[in-house]
């Protein structure tokens, strides 16, 4: 199959969405299938030219997006051409995959795909999780009434909605009127992780200087609201005079927020036990996940956690939140520890972790690899979003 994906932006620093196309890409190619991209990127911008699929970038010429703010306003600038282009070269394609909702890249779908020659599927990838509900009203009216009249149209003529769980499709269903979806859950994950060598290693600690040879908690994501860093640094803050390991707090942010997040961990923290090495990739990134202690998540809302996935695919036991959609199955398979997403409960299962046996955590990340090869891989994915397209023939034209 010849396939496309639709999606906002293929910068690396947009976090789990163009993660997990990528990964997918990996995953059909190794099945015989082609994968390529229709952006609003800069058709200048780095990540084009070296992308591993090609990628038809439909955004204006010029300096490419410095920051996030920059890289928001990308994702709602209105980009003529990439409508015309999705509408004059649907039908090269077999299926065609839209990622993520509530941006431009959503309105150049709607504008092209309902009613036309080829199947698609929309990933959400949890952007219709009422959280965002609750804690932006304002937005979340103004997608009231998008939804009517471009997300939800776009949806409801797809061959189906994807969702990476049962815990985010049901979710789903809770704020969005009216629905009428076609529904698959086909999971989620990664390709499995490099085994460790000495390189990784010695790329995170040149990026983290200030942590030496002590051993550590990592976080490793995006610095946004939703991923609970204030509850992470306060909870480390309450038990870290008592916990062997300094924290790690790894990723790219708003430079105002990262400024807050530092000032409460100089308030909350121990000086000198919480390090900020920004956004690490490569063989640094690969190192901090092989080396960490415990990778910790304790997010308002994750729809899966790629970070997760890997951390158990590197053997690494995790401290998860409730609300990352995947707790479940680590719960299940003891692979780790999760808490609420609030303090008192992120600093009781830190302290919980910090008295585990050098044998008890070992076993821990061990249960995490096994789950990592049941339930994480991209390869089910892809097989799952493969199905849909062979049995879908004619869907896009009813």
């Given at each position: 199959?010849?396939?496309?994906?639709?999606?906002a932006?293929?910068?690396?620093?947009?976090?789990?969405?163009?993660?997990?196309?990528?990964?997918l890409?990996?995953?059909?190619?190794?099945?015989?299938h082609?994968?390529?991209?229709?952006?609003?990127?800069s058709p200048?911008?780095?990540?084009?030219?070296g992308?591993?699929?090609p990628?038809?970038?439909?955004?204006?010429?010029?300096?490419?997006?410095r920051?996030?703010?920059?890289?928001?306003a990308l994702r709602f600038?209105?980009?003529?051409?990439a409508?015309?282009?999705?509408?004059?070269h649907?039908?090269?394609?077999?299926?065609?995959?839209v990622?993520?909702?509530?941006n431009?890249?959503?309105?150049?779908?709607?504008?092209?795909?309902?009613?036309?020659?080829?199947?698609?599927?929309?990933?959400?990838?949890g952007?219709?999780?009422?959280?965002?509900?609750?804690r932006?009203?304002?937005?979340?009216?103004?997608?009231?009434?998008l939804w009517?009249?471009?997300?939800?149209?776009?949806?409801?003529?797809?061959a189906?909605?994807?969702?990476t769980c049962e815990?985010?499709?049901?979710?789903a269903?809770?704020?969005?009127r009216?629905?009428?979806?076609?529904?698959?859950?086909?999971?989620f994950?990664t390709s499995?992780?490099?085994?460790p060598?000495?390189?990784?290693?010695q790329?995170f600690r040149?990026?983290?200087?200030?942590?030496?040879?002590?051993?550590?908690?990592l976080?490793?994501?995006?610095?946004?609201?939703?991923?609970?860093?204030?509850?992470?640094l306060e909870?480390?803050?309450?038990m870290a005079?008592?916990?062997?390991?300094?924290?790690v707090?790894?990723?790219?942010g708003?430079?105002?927020?990262?400024?807050?997040?530092?000032?409460?961990?100089?308030?909350?923290?121990?000086a000198?036990?919480?390090?900020?090495?920004?956004?690490?990739s490569g063989?640094?990134k690969?190192?901090?996940?092989h080396?960490?202690?415990?990778?910790?998540?304790?997010?308002?809302?994750?729809?899966f956690?790629?970070v997760?996935?890997e951390?158990?695919g590197?053997?690494?036991?995790?401290v998860?939140s409730?609300?990352?959609?995947i707790?479940?199955?680590?719960a299940?398979?003891?692979?780790?520890?999760?808490?609420?997403d609030?303090a008192?409960s992120?600093?009781?299962?830190?302290?919980r972790?910090?008295?585990?046996?050098?044998?008890?955590?070992?076993a821990?990340?061990?249960?995490?690899?096994?789950?990592?090869?049941?339930?994480?891989t991209?390869?089910?994915?892809?097989?799952?979003?493969?199905?849909?397209f062979?049995?879908?023939?004619?869907?896009?034209?009813?």
């Amino acid at each position: 199959m010849k396939l496309l994906h639709v999606i906002a932006t293929a910068d690396p620093r947009d976090g789990g969405p163009i993660e997990g196309v990528l990964r997918l890409g990996e995953s059909f190619r190794a099945m015989g299938h082609s994968q390529e991209l229709l952006t609003l990127d800069s058709p200048d911008a780095p990540w084009v030219s070296g992308a591993p699929a090609p990628i038809h970038a439909m955004g204006r010429l010029g300096e490419a997006p410095r920051g996030p703010l920059d890289r928001l306003a990308l994702r709602f600038h209105r980009a003529p051409a990439a409508p015309r282009w999705l509408r004059a070269h649907a039908g090269d394609y077999d299926g065609i995959i839209v990622d993520g909702l509530w941006n431009y890249s959503t309105r150049t779908a709607r504008l092209a795909l309902p009613g036309g020659p080829t199947p698609y599927v929309v990933f959400s990838h949890g952007m219709l999780d009422p959280w965002f509900a609750s804690r932006f009203p304002v937005k979340h009216a103004i997608k009231q009434l998008l939804w009517r009249f471009n997300e939800g149209v776009l949806l409801r003529g797809a061959a189906a909605v994807a969702f990476t769980c049962e815990q985010e499709r049901k979710l789903a269903r809770e704020n969005w009127r009216p629905w009428g979806m076609r529904e698959a859950v086909v999971g989620f994950g990664t390709s499995p992780p490099p085994p460790p060598t000495a390189a990784m290693e010695q790329a995170f600690r040149a990026a983290v200087p200030t942590l030496g040879e002590r051993p550590y908690l990592l976080f490793l994501s995006r610095l946004h609201e939703k991923k609970g860093v204030d509850v992470l640094l306060e909870a480390f803050g309450a038990m870290a005079q008592d916990c062997p390991y300094d924290l790690v707090v790894a990723g790219p942010g708003e430079p105002a927020y990262v400024a807050s997040l530092k000032a409460l961990a100089e308030r909350q923290c121990p000086a000198g036990r919480v390090h900020w090495p920004g956004m690490v990739s490569g063989d640094a990134k690969w190192g901090a996940l092989h080396g960490c202690a415990a990778m910790v998540l304790t997010s308002h809302q994750e729809n899966f956690g790629v970070v997760v996935a890997e951390a158990v695919g590197c053997g690494r036991p995790v401290v998860i939140s409730d609300q990352v959609n995947i707790h479940d199955e680590v719960a299940a398979a003891r692979a780790g520890l999760v808490c609420r997403d609030e303090a008192n409960s992120a600093r009781d299962a830190l302290a919980r972790f910090s008295t585990l046996s050098a044998g008890e955590r070992a076993a821990m990340g061990e249960r995490g690899r096994t789950l990592f090869a049941e339930k994480f891989t991209m390869d089910s994915t892809a097989r799952r979003l493969l199905a849909i397209f062979e049995g879908a023939q004619g869907v896009g034209t009813q």
